[in-house]
C-alpha cells in the first residue's frame, strides 16, 4: 500500500489511493499518477460522469469540482493543441485569454474524436494528469487555490480527487487568471 495522508472528504465519495487502483484509470493516467502527491479515486456511475450529474448523485459541490478542456489552436499552418484546467463554476476564457497566451489566431474546443484519440481518455473523463508531454496545460489560479478538486480519471467510471496545489506542479503546467467567473 502507498503512503498517503488521509482521504479527502468530498461527496459521498469512498476515495482510495489512486497508484493502487489503476483499474479505475485510464492508462496514461495510470502511468503518470504516481508523480501526483495525495491522488485518490472513487469508483462512479459511468453514465453520472458529466459534471452536474456527478455534482447532484454524489453530493460534490461545484466549487471543488474541474473540468479539463482540450483545445484547437492555428496560426498560419502550425496547430497547437492545449489543455485548460477550470472549476466547474467556471468556463475557461478561450477566445481571449487562451488564444492570446497560445499566440494563436484561430482557437476552438478540439474536435471529440480528436481528443480522445491524442489523449487516449474517453470523451466526458480526460483529465490533467498524463496528457502528452507536449501539451500546455493552462490551469485556473482558482484551481490552485483550492483545497482539493474532483477532476476526471481518463475513464468515465471514475473520478481522482488531488490538492489544487498539486495541478500547479504537473508537466507542462502553466498558471494564469483563465477563466470567465460564474
Not at 469512498?14 to 492508462?27: F, G, I, M, N, T
Not at 455534482?55 to 493543441?81: D, H, K, W
Not at 480526460?126 to 508531454?133: K, R, S, V, Y
Not at 498539486?166 to 503546467?173: E, I, W
Request: hydrophobic fraction near 50%; charge should be negative; include cysteine.
Amino acid at each position: 500500500m502507498s503512503d498517503f495522508s488521509a482521504p479527502p472528504e468530498i461527496g459521498t465519495l469512498r476515495w482510495l489511493p489512486a497508484v493502487d487502483h489503476p483499474e479505475l484509470l485510464a492508462a496514461p493516467v495510470a502511468g503518470a499518477v504516481a508523480s501526483v502527491p495525495d491522488a485518490f479515486v472513487a469508483p462512479i456511475d459511468p453514465d453520472l460522469a458529466d459534471t452536474a450529474a456527478f455534482c447532484e448523485a454524489y453530493a460534490v459541490p461545484l466549487q471543488v469540482s474541474a473540468n479539463c478542456v482540450v483545445v484547437a489552436g492555428r496560426r498560419g499552418e502550425v496547430s497547437t493543441l492545449a489543455a485548460c484546467l477550470v472549476l466547474a463554476t467556471d468556463r475557461a476564457d478561450v477566445n481571449k485569454t487562451v488564444r492570446r497566451h497560445l499566440d494563436v489566431r484561430k482557437i476552438s474546443f478540439a474536435a471529440m474524436t480528436e481528443a480522445v484519440a491524442r489523449t487516449s481518455m474517453e470523451y466526458g473523463g480526460i483529465t490533467p494528469i498524463g496528457l502528452p508531454a507536449d501539451w500546455p496545460l493552462l490551469v485556473d489560479t482558482a484551481v490552485t487555490d483550492s483545497e482539493w478538486v474532483v477532476v476526471g480519471s481518463g475513464i468515465r467510471g471514475s473520478k481522482i480527487a488531488i490538492r489544487g496545489a498539486a495541478t500547479a506542479r504537473l508537466p507542462a503546467a502553466q498558471v494564469l487568471d483563465l477563466a470567465q467567473r460564474g
